[in-house]
C-alpha cells in the first residue's frame, strides 16, 4: 500500500478563495482524522470519521469549514471562503482503531 | 480542562548518550498512550504504543514508561545518534474515543 495520500502538496490561494484538500486513506482503515498543525496551536484535530460517518467534528472551526467521506477510500476538507489565518498545514490520518494512526504526507496551504 | 504536557524547550544531547522526553497530561483517563516523531516537512510516524496495565514498552533502542498515578509518559532513546534528531510527539485517546489528541512535541537535537 503507498500510505495515506493526500493532494495538493502545497496550495497557495487568495483570500476568498475556495480550497479543497484531498485524502486517500489506506486500504481497510476504518478511521480517518483531519488535523491542522500550526507553530501556535500544534497538532489540532478537526474532524474524526468512522466507517465513513463523521462521529466527532468539534474541532471543525467554523461553518467556513466542511469535510465528506463519500466513500472508504476518498475524503475532502473544504474551506469556502478562505481567510489567511487558515494557513497552515494540514494532515490526513486513517487507523484501525486501536493502532497507531498513519499520516500522510499533508497540504501546506497559504491563503494570502 | 484537558492538557497534554511537552517539554516546550528543544532538547541537546552528545550522541551516544540517553535521551529522555517527557508527557505529562491531566484530566484524562487514557486506555493508551502513543509516541511518534515527527521530521520537518512531513507528517507524524508511529513509534510506540503503550497501554494502560502495561509499565514498560521497549522496541530496539527505544523504550517507553507509562505511570497512571503520575499521569506521565517517558520516552527513552538509549545510543542516541544524530540521525534521531526530530520532533517527537505523544498522543493520548480520551475516554474510549480512539481519537488520537496530540501534546505539542518536543524538538530532539543529537549533536555529534
Known amino acids: 500500500d503507498a500510505g495515506v495520500i493526500q493532494s495538493p502538496r502545497h496550495e497557495v490561494t487568495e483570500m476568498g478563495q475556495e480550497v479543497t484538500l484531498r485524502c486517500k486513506p489506506i486500504s481497510g482503515h476504518n478511521s480517518l482524522f483531519w488535523y491542522r498543525q500550526t507553530m501556535m496551536r500544534g497538532l489540532e484535530l478537526l474532524i474524526y470519521f468512522n466507517n465513513n460517518v463523521p462521529i466527532d467534528d468539534s474541532g471543525m472551526p467554523e461553518d467556513r469549514f466542511s469535510a465528506k467521506m463519500p466513500n472508504a477510500s476518498f475524503s475532502t476538507l473544504k474551506i469556502q471562503p478562505s481567510e489567511p489565518r487558515d494557513s497552515a498545514v494540514y494532515f490526513c490520518?486513517?487507523?484501525?482503531?486501536?493502532?497507531?494512526?498513519?499520516f500522510g504526507q499533508g497540504t501546506r496551504l497559504t491563503v494570502v | 480542562s484537558q492538557k497534554i504536557e511537552q517539554n516546550s524547550e528543544a532538547l541537546n544531547i552528545q550522541e551516544g548518550k540517553t535521551a529522555t522526553l517527557t508527557c505529562n497530561y491531566t484530566n484524562y483517563s487514557p486506555a493508551y498512550l502513543q509516541w511518534y516523531r515527527q521530521d520537518p516537512g512531513r507528517g507524524p510516524v508511529f513509534l510506540l504504543l503503550?497501554?494502560?496495565?502495561?509499565k514498560e514498552k521497549r522496541k530496539e533502542r527505544l523504550k517507553v514508561t507509562f505511570d497512571t498515578t503520575l499521569k506521565q509518559s517517558l520516552f527513552h532513546i538509549t545510543a542516541s545518534q544524530p540521525a534521531d534528531s526530530a520532533t517527537y510527539l505523544c498522543?493520548?485517546?480520551?475516554?474510549?474515543?480512539?481519537?488520537?489528541?496530540f501534546g505539542r512535541g518536543t524538538s530532539l537535537i543529537v549533536h555529534p
Open positions: 498522543a493520548l485517546e480520551s475516554g474510549g474515543s480512539y481519537i488520537p489528541t
Open positions: 503503550i497501554r494502560e496495565n502495561e
Open positions: 490520518a486513517s487507523s484501525s482503531r486501536v493502532t497507531e494512526a498513519f
